[in-house]
């Protein structure tokens, strides 16, 4: 069983920087691709940032390519979620998620994904 706990959300002005953090248990990260989703107020859930078993690719959603880096540290069972310029529309609990499925192309999809942290709250104040 893999255990995933989101760290780093707060609020921050629009313009701003919040980096968040997911520690990972249970598996290791060479097993996994990892992913990061956020879902706004009265919206579903959307794919953010994803990154391979290897941490050679990435894939970001087209509202945050660009502005957001995903990264990861193998020894410290880490996932990372830089996010720069941050806008009010950045606002949402953001989850990070893993799936151990190999697959040709890095899952984008939430139903794809078969570990999920509880969340995080960013709030970015305009």
């Known amino acids: 069983q893999v255990q995933l706990v989101e760290s780093g959300g707060g609020l921050v002005q629009a313009g701003g920087s919040l980096r968040l953090s997911c520690a990972v248990s249970?598996?290791?990260?060479?097993?996994?691709?990892m992913g990061w989703f956020r879902q706004a107020p009265g919206k579903e859930r959307e794919f953010v940032a994803g990154?391979?078993?290897?941490?050679?690719?990435?894939a970001y959603g087209d509202s945050v390519k660009g502005r957001f880096t995903i990264s990861r540290d193998i020894a410290k069972m880490t996932v990372s979620l830089q996010m720069n310029s941050l806008k009010s529309e950045d606002t949402a609990v953001y989850y990070c998620?893993?799936?151990?499925?190999?697959?040709?192309?890095?899952?984008?999809?939430?139903?794809?994904?078969?570990?999920w942290g509880r969340g995080t709250h960013v709030t970015v104040s305009s």
């Open positions: 998620a893993a799936d151990r499925t190999v697959r040709a192309v890095l899952a984008r999809e939430e139903n794809e994904y078969d570990f």
């Open positions: 249970g598996r290791s990260l060479l097993t996994l691709v």
């Open positions: 990154i391979t078993r290897s941490g050679s690719a990435t």
